[in-house]
């Protein structure tokens, strides 16, 4: 109903099923339509006669999927909107640490029995705050194996009990993030078996990098090395719990050109040095050209954690004003951990560096390959 009532032109529109539900894409050709309205952050006027009605159904579509993206090439856009199926949530049973039988396998995991398992004595063992959300529901989570877009590898002891499980998925084409590991054991000598494990099987694909996402331990003995420590406000705790995100090169790296900001060029050089990477930075400047008014900007949202992850979807001249009404709109709804990545490979990523400095934004984390090129996540911290 929206893209018929503004000049787009034909439309091209593809539906197809995905691991966890199904996508519908929208493609036409105009770089002038006003899809601000999809922002989490927007509240147009769709009150009386004066009301703003013709984005009401672009609102309704962005609240009613559960997720969208935007890609605009050239004058080319493109949108596509996610529906989730629902799965039933785990109904967890008792749970102990196993004292380990014998000598331990390790075998890739796909099958719903073990990984229903698996999720189960994740939750049960470890806090909520290192516990992946998909393993809140078991049958999302053989879903995502099962397409491939995420892996396991499990252990299991000579009994033939799970004394351990590393998940990892595919963040670019160049780089991997892991979650755990998680070791079920009673000593904690499984970790560094499971580590290995996912180090050879990742290492057979052409990812550069490794990276830890809800780390559960001290990954320095294994080769990692500290990125960044985070701190996580989370409900009902006075004290922040640091997570650690620790990296690992697979590759040799050859270096590259990134784009930068003068608000954070220091960060990136520091942090290049720090990591021994040949980066080209190119500072992004004003060259006038015409911006469409409204910007777009996409939401991760977490509330276990606290945490809401933003990201540039489409650029506009409201940028500032946008990323502000975000951080307002999130944080009025209790969400304490904020937090924006960028790609260094778009100029237009880089360009958002001082307004996301305004808003009270700080560079904390790089990850070198972590999308088309490097990138940069920024957190909010309030007291700025």
């Known amino acids: 109903m929206f893209l018929a009532s503004v000049d787009v032109g034909d439309i091209e529109t ?59 090439d050239g004058r080319r856009m493109e949108l596509a909107l996610r529906v989730d199926k629902v799965y039933p949530e785990l109904k967890p049973f008792p749970v102990e640490r196993i004292c380990l039988q014998g000598r331990m396998t390790f075998s890739g995991v796909s099958d719903a029995d073990s990984l229903f398992e698996a999720c189960n004595a994740i939750t049960a063992l470890y806090p909520e705050h290192v516990v992946p959300e998909w393993c809140a529901c078991p049958g999302r989570t053989a879903d995502l194996v099962g397409a491939g877009e995420l892996f396991a590898i499990e252990a299991r002891d000579a009994s033939g009990h799970l004394c351990g499980i590393v998940f990892w998925e595919m963040r670019s084409e160049q780089s991997v993030t892991f979650f755990g590991p998680y070791d ?36 320095a003995d294994h ?33 590259a050109v990134v784009w930068t900001h003068s608000e954070f060029a220091d960060f990136l050089r520091s942090r290049y040095d720090a990591l021994e990477l040949v980066r080209d930075l190119r500072p992004v400047s004003e060259l ?24 540039p979807e489409l650029n506009g001249a409201d940028m500032g004003d946008n990323l502000g009404r975000h951080v307002a ?11 924006f990545e960028i790609d260094l490979s778009k100029g237009w990523h880089a360009a958002i560096g001082s307004s996301l400095c305004r808003c009270g934004f700080r560079p904390e984390l790089l990850l070198p390959h972590g999308g088309q090129s490097d990138t940069l996540v920024f957190r909010h911290v309030s007291e700025a």
């Open 14 to 72: 593809t539906i197809r099923t995905i691991p966890t539900g199904v996508e519908i894409s929208f493609s036409f050709v105009s770089a002038d339509v006003d899809l601000s309205a999809m922002n989490l952050a927007s509240a147009p006027n769709i009150d009386g006669e004066n009301g703003d009605w013709t984005c009401l159904p672009l609102l309704l579509a962005a609240r009613m999927s559960d997720g969208f993206r935007v890609r605009l």
């Open 223 to 255: 080769g990692f090395e500290l990125m960044a420590e985070l701190p996580y406000l989370l409900e009902g705790a006075s004290e922040p719990v640091m997570h650690s995100v620790w990296g690992r090169m697979l590759q040799e790296d050859f270096g």
């Open 329 to 339: 709109s999130l944080t009025s709804a209790g969400y304490r951990n904020i937090f």
């Open 184 to 219: 079920f054991s009673t000593d904690g000598s499984v970790v560094g078996e499971l580590v290995n494990a996912m180090l050879q099987a990742v290492g057979r694909t052409r990812a550069k990098n490794v990276f830890n996402s809800l780390g559960t331990q001290s990954l």
């Open 288 to 311: 006038g050209e015409v911006v469409q008014p409204g910007s777009v900007i996409g939401a991760r949202l977490s509330p276990a954690l606290s945490e809401a992850f933003l990201y």
